[in-house]
């Protein structure tokens, strides 16, 4: 039992240090990006960065994977405030609901129907090259 | 009551909003109890109904937002995860990423266009099918307004979410990595979560192609400003 808790009590300081890891290093990146007036914002250079720490094994995936997993699940909580704030546009909201949900459920039909028929192609191509490569390298391995 | 009440009110309520209504869905698995759809409308009503104004209401939930930038960062982790998947299919998933970025991008325009939607809101609709972290960044370069753009980001992901099945039926399109490519380009995160229905590869895909279309919006985005506003 105590041996259990223990172990829980363990993963949860993990996952909040990784999520203050991760807090921290989007500070920096922002004032990184801001003290040099960059033109990529700070998020993205910490994508940037992390990526190139892990794949330099200089950062092993296993110690930010609870923190990053808790992160992404969890989006949908960080953009609620400002999504409250609909209550301020309320009548633009109203007057132009009809266009503007059309706009939406068009927009969204082109861009699943365009992405999905597009990736459908690429993807049966792709695919016979992949397999073309494969046997090609095999080939010069048999000679 | 005080405003700072208010504040901390609001913060415990929405907290434990999300968390009941998340867990009470993954337990009873019924659409109208998906977290997008209810936990918004529920904060509403509750801000709405004890009138709480809205600067009381993000003295303290403002720091919620906060953490978008480092849940940002830590998509660096799936895209990492998945690099095998990325290299054997460079092409397909680039090409995903291109093709869905531009037609939500110009889709948006050009209804919006149509429409004759006011500026505020045809400029916040622009970045509508990307993340929310990303579209919240890309919409200031478009003019747009990112409270505005959070709820059309949202919307879009709901539309995206319910509109696909019979739309992939109706198109023939049901290779996984079509499948998650058009998810993850048209609804985002609710667009991912939905592929991750239809099949783990459909997830992973989606996932990747949300990823890379909020990276490439947010860095393109001064550039398409030219041309789009």
Redesign the interface.
């Known amino acids: 039992m105590t041996a259990e808790r223990i172990k829980k009590c363990y993963g949860v300081l993990q996952l909040l240090s990784q999520?203050g890891l991760?807090?921290l290093?989007?500070w920096a990146?922002?004032q990184l990006s801001v003290y040099f007036a960059l033109?990529?914002?700070?998020?993205?250079l910490?994508?940037?960065i992390?990526?190139l720490l892990?794949?330099l094994k200089l950062v092993p995936?296993k110690s930010?994977?609870l923190?990053?997993?808790w992160?992404?699940g969890?989006?949908?909580?960080?953009?609620?405030?400002?999504?409250?704030?609909?209550?301020?546009?309320e009548s633009?909201?109203e007057q132009?609901s009809a266009?503007?949900?059309?706009?939406?459920?068009?927009?969204?039909?082109?861009?699943?129907?365009?992405?999905?028929?597009?990736?459908?192609r690429?993807?049966?191509?792709?695919t016979k090259?992949?397999i073309k490569r494969l046997s090609a390298a095999k080939a010069i391995g048999e000679a | 009551m005080s405003q700072s009440m208010l504040a901390a009110i609001s913060l415990v309520f929405t907290l434990s909003c999300y968390f009941l209504i998340k867990q009470l869905y993954l337990k009873k698995r019924v659409w109208w109890l998906a977290p997008i759809l209810i936990v918004p409308v529920v904060i509403v009503l509750f801000v709405v109904s004890l009138k709480i104004p809205l600067p009381a209401y993000f003295e303290y939930t403002h720091w919620l937002v906060a953490l978008l930038a480092p849940a940002t960062i830590a998509f660096s982790v799936p895209i990492y995860r998945e690099r095998k998947l990325i290299f054997s299919y460079p092409l397909t998933i680039g090409i995903g990423v291109v093709t869905g970025l531009l037609l939500g991008l110009l889709s948006s325009w050009g209804l919006t266009q149509i429409f004759s939607l006011p500026p505020e809101l045809s400029q916040s609709t622009l970045v509508r099918s990307v993340s929310t972290p990303f579209a919240m960044e890309a919409t200031s370069a478009f003019g747009g307004v990112p409270e505005l753009t959070a709820m059309l980001v949202l919307l879009t992901g709901i539309i995206g979410m319910l509109v696909c099945e019979p739309l992939f039926k109706l198109a023939k399109i049901n290779s996984p990595l079509a499948i998650g490519a058009a998810l993850g380009a048209a609804a985002h995160g609710a667009g991912a979560a939905k592929a991750s229905e239809f099949g783990k590869e459909e997830g992973v895909v989606a996932s990747l192609t949300m990823i890379f279309t909020g990276i490439a919006m947010v860095l393109g985005a001064p550039f398409f400003s030219i041309f789009l506003v």
């Open positions: 999520i991760f807090c290093l989007a990146m922002d033109p990529i914002p700070g998020s993205v910490g994508i940037a992390l990526l892990m794949g995936e930010v994977k923190g990053a997993g992160l992404t969890e989006l949908l909580l960080f953009f609620i405030p400002p999504v409250i704030s609909i209550i301020k546009y633009l909201f132009y266009p503007l949900m059309l706009t939406l459920v068009i927009g969204s039909v082109c861009v699943l129907l365009g992405t999905g028929f597009v990736v459908d690429v993807f049966r191509f792709e090259m992949n």
